[in-house]
């Protein structure tokens, strides 16, 4: 998933189906889509934004912890995950814990971490065994892989590590406790394989998947949408070519956008970008988001409520499980 001070290459969102575990309705399954949406602790609004959301998402993705430089282990968990856990469950969602290898010292995930632990299967049993623990000890109703910037030797790994995560899940919460991914964006086959899935044999140890159709283009790239619907249904079309069925995908949602140019370029919230673009603010009904290109000439491209509610659209002409927003941290899930 992306972080608010880097970049991930695509990020996420969303779903939830009812379980006994949780003892929770689907409270988005009568209305479209199921949801979920993203929360990073430590953010003041994080709880307040949960509480909100968790009245019409199922799933509130909580992010999370992750893995230890070397791969061997998982680093201490950040302060507010209980919180948050209790918020979402008491407003009907099920809250589930994200794993991942992000690097604070790079500020991007580290391709190195996560390859130190696929290659490794003592490793893989004793971090699936303390995932499963942690997510039982802070109230989580189930786990999400999320490991990004793989490469293609990580995809045998990535599938032996899902395995054993699936086991420890299900002995520590219950038969019925889900484990999720979140997936790196592309738009071909060799795409995924390139960057680490195995799209076809996770599917045997997944339940449900995230696909991160956002950060199409990013402070790393030229300016461009950060998602645009054509794109996204590709990605979509690929995934479902390498083994994965419609009703197990989840459709990412961006709630932030980019600004390229000048000292304070890089990711900004729906609210900012809408008012530093002002007049020049244009929507584009074919990418279902916004651009603008200012008076001194940065350009800025967001998502906002108007295109979440665009996703939802495109989810569900896809006959998709859900859609996914990253991240309440920079808006509320939009109605």
Known sequence: ????????????????????????????????????????????????????????????????????????GLAPLPDGVDRLARAAARGGARPELLVSNYSETLADFSPETASALLADPVARERVARELAALA???????????????????RAGLVAFAAALDDAVHDELGAGAPVSMAVMASTSAAGFRDTGYDLGRLAEHVDRFVLMTYDQHGPWSAPGTIGALPWAQRVVEAAEHEGLDADRIDLGAAGYGYLWGGPDAGQVSPAHARALAGRAARWSEQAGEWSATLGDGRELHWSDARSYRARVTLAQRLGLHGVALWSLTTGPLPR
């Not at 001070?5 to 949780?22: D, F, G, I, W, Y």
């Not at 968790?54 to 912890?65: H, K, L, P, S, W």
């Not at 989580?140 to 293609?152: F, K, P, T, W």
């Open 136 to 154: 039982h000890d802070h109230d989580c109703a189930g786990v999400q892989i999320d490991l990004e910037s793989l490469r293609d030797r990580d």
């Open 1 to 72: 998933m992306l972080r608010s001070s880097a970049r991930s290459v695509v990020v996420v969102a969303l779903v939830v189906t009812a379980t006994a575990l949780t003892g929770c309705a689907d409270t988005s399954a009568a209305h479209g889509p199921a949801v979920e949406a993203y929360v990073e602790p430590g953010s003041p609004t994080a709880a307040t934004r949960v509480r909100a959301a968790a009245e019409r998402a199922g799933t509130i993705g909580i992010d999370g912890v992750t893995l230890t430089a070397d791969g061997q």
